[in-house]
């Protein structure tokens, strides 16, 4: 079932790895377990999360680095109070603070487009990239962070994907804790720049000069319960690292296929007008238009069905566990595939086309078989965050353009770490009328 000598996370797939429910295979003399069905995945990320609470040692080898002993790599009672304090930073009450940042940000980037005339081509990847990245640095950092700093955090951390994503499938799947990773001075260089930034930055905050609404500064009033003390600027400097790389990667994923999708389906393009012309009338998107604009969110929660921004979950299985029939050994892999699980007929009505109106007012039938954040305690802490982001960034620039990927375009979905069309997205852009 799987082709090692290819490189990328989803090409190493058989057509009928879609029909299956349970994988089970060798990697390198390591037992490797596939979970293609909700009640195997509600086992592993509900019902006994404990014992596969730790990320596959090949991701956190990758990160670790960068991120040192961030929220996503962690484990313990270092994440259980990374955990709390982090979800507090972004959970959905903070967001009346945050969605201004991300509206303002989109609406820079759309004056930005309104200057470069009808038919204009960008790489919707790459705007959509740096968009994302500028929202959730002002986010992490402050609206004082200026153009300069960001530009040296967004930099840091392109030069650190670029190297992490050279990542061969077979190392990937095979390689283990105490395994050197990525080694030259490239990865070093771009993991000392991003340090580097993000260090000054804390400092300017530890000094009174930052902004009192960023989520550095009510990270800064966490108080670790183990110790009594807060957080040390190492432990603040690895979850700004986290939350950034978190926060801009996979909201950028998931605009470029939403702008992919749309262009292909100009009947679902109109009705994402008709609903933007008709909540918003031509004015910025605020928070408070967020719960009306649930077409346009449909569009968001079907784009993450269709192309998950993280594809494959990895799990690292601490004790012996059985999975239904199946038996799990001690320190085994446990993969969970939202590009398999989200395509499976048993799951999901015709589950290659897009549908938007399968999100309408409903929840899949089958909740475990819609993992996009993951699930259970671990899901993602900012899975909130994220999809109002989305929602008010796609909002604000469908309501003033048009986006068109070219009819005769080759998009292949490619994946390393995250889901990104191989060599981007060459895009057109054709404003709409000032009124909608």
């Not at 990847?125 to 530009?151: H, P």
């Not at 909201?251 to 109109?270: F, G, H, V």
């Not at 031509?282 to 998950?308: C, N």
Request: some cysteine.
């Amino acid at each position: 079932m799987l082709r090692l000598a290819q490189k990328d996370l989803l090409s190493i797939w058989w057509d009928k790895a879609y029909d299956y429910k349970i994988m089970p295979t060798r990697i390198l003399g390591r037992q490797l377990t596939i979970l293609n069905n909700p009640h195997a995945i509600q086992h592993v990320m509900v019902k006994n999360h404990a014992n596969y609470e730790r990320k596959a040692p090949q991701q956190r080898r990758a990160l670790e680095q960068l991120l040192g002993d961030g929220l996503f790599i962690s484990d313990g009672d270092t994440w259980k109070f990374r955990r709390r304090e982090v979800a507090a930073t972004v959970h959905r009450r903070k967001l009346d603070i945050f969605a201004p940042v991300m509206v303002d940000t989109t609406e820079e980037l759309a004056a930005h487009w309104r200057t470069l005339g009808d038919g204009a081509q960008v790489d919707a990847l790459v705007e959509m990239a740096d968009l994302t990245a500028e929202i959730i640095a002002r986010a992490v950092f402050g609206s004082k962070l200026g153009r300069d700093k960001t530009l040296e955090v967004i930099q840091g951390f392109t030069d650190f994907q670029k190297v992490v994503n050279q990542i061969n499938i077979a190392y990937f799947l095979g390689a283990d804790e105490g395994w050197p990773l990525f080694p030259g001075p490239r990865r070093r260089a771009s993991i000392a720049r991003v340090h580097r930034v993000i260090d000054s930055l804390i400092a300017d905050h530890l000094a009174g000069n930052g902004d009192p609404n960023s989520m550095i500064a009510m990270l800064m009033q966490s108080v670790d319960p183990r110790t009594d003390k807060p957080m040390t600027p190492v432990e603040l400097r690895n979850e700004a690292a986290t939350i950034f790389m978190a926060g801009h990667e996979t909201t950028a994923a998931t605009l470029t296929w939403a702008w992919y999708l749309l262009s292909r389906a100009p009947w679902a393009e109109e009705q994402l007008h008709a609903e933007l012309d008709e909540v918003l009338g031509g004015r910025t998107p605020t928070m408070a238009d967020v719960p009306k604009l649930k077409y346009t969110r449909a569009i968001i929660d079907e784009t993450l069905r269709l192309y998950p921004p993280v594809p494959i979950l990895g799990r690292q299985a601490m004790e012996a566990d059985h999975i239904g029939t199946y038996a799990i050994e001690a320190k085994s892999l446990i993969l969970v595939i939202p590009w398999l699980l989200h395509r499976h007929e048993e799951f999901w009505e015709r589950p290659h086309a897009f549908e938007p109106d399968r999100f309408l007012d409903k929840r899949p039938k089958f909740p475990f078989a819609y993992v996009p954040f993951a699930a259970g305690p671990r899901v993602c802490a900012g899975t909130a965050f994220g999809q109002v982001e989305a929602v008010l960034c796609l909002a604000t620039l469908a309501q003033k353009f048009k986006v068109r990927v070219a009819a005769e375009a080759k998009v292949v979905p490619q994946c390393r770490l995250t889901l990104r069309p191989r060599g981007g997205l060459p895009v057109t852009l054709h404003p709409r009328p000032e009124n909608g």
